[in-house]
């Protein structure tokens, strides 16, 4: 997944608008250290740009770009070509490990590559991630479009699943961090800082959830530590209660 924050937090004078152009301006001189050759590139919505899908292809690999309100032409040509899409190409459900089951489904099709205005379209494709929470039985529904320069004889419809997930499975991360530390408006901008800060941040996370309950938020996990300050040096392994035993030990 392509993400501006792998190298840092970039600078944002006071506006969202300059963090937005930044993180596209950003883009490709993020790559161009990177070999990409072959890979998938996944981006959100934000990074679907006719330039960046035109460098990827330069550079022999693929991407895979969410598609939402910033391209809204392209946004409208794939939504009606899914409106009555029919039965799915595959459907994966996964197991209620975190007490809701999900389910989801996709669409894809090849009959707007030569008519949408974007380069280098292999495919497009509809996405539908149901979830069934199972203690109130309560439902959602997300839908999501998008696009991919791999044709259906390089990523079955399984393939182009699998890489979705594995790109918001990412992004969570990125919304946990965004919502819980306001990472975005730091105002730590020299330096090592904002890539210090951004590790450490990444780290009290996947502490957070090693020890995260199915039924409890990384946001309710933050305000217990705050009353609980115990509970931290627990959670890093500091005391004789939490340190797992050393063989010999006396």
Known sequence: MLRSKKVGTLPVAHSDAVKRTNE???????????????????????????????????????YHFTVKGNQPTLEQDIAAQFAHCGAPDFVEVSP???????????????????YVDFPHVGQTFRIERECIQKKTGKRSLEVALGITSRTPQEASPQR???????????????????????????RVRTGFGPENLTRLRRFAIGILKSFQKPSQSIAEMMRTLCFRTRLVFDYLRMTKNSAPAIPGAG
């Open 24 to 62: 596209i301006g950003m883009a490709i001189p993020v790559l161009e250290d990177c070999d990409i050759a072959g890979k998938d590139v996944t981006a959100d919505a934000l990074l679907t740009q006719r330039a960046l899908a035109t460098y990827l292809i330069e550079q022999q690999a693929h």
């Open 96 to 114: 209620a490990d975190h007490g809701r089951i999900e389910t989801r489904r996709i669409w894809c099709s090849t009959t707007l590559n030569d």
């Open 160 to 186: 182009l699943l699998e890489v979705n997930r594995g790109h918001w499975a990412i992004e969570s991360v990125h919304y946990l961090i965004d919502w819980n530390f306001n990472e975005d408006r730091s």
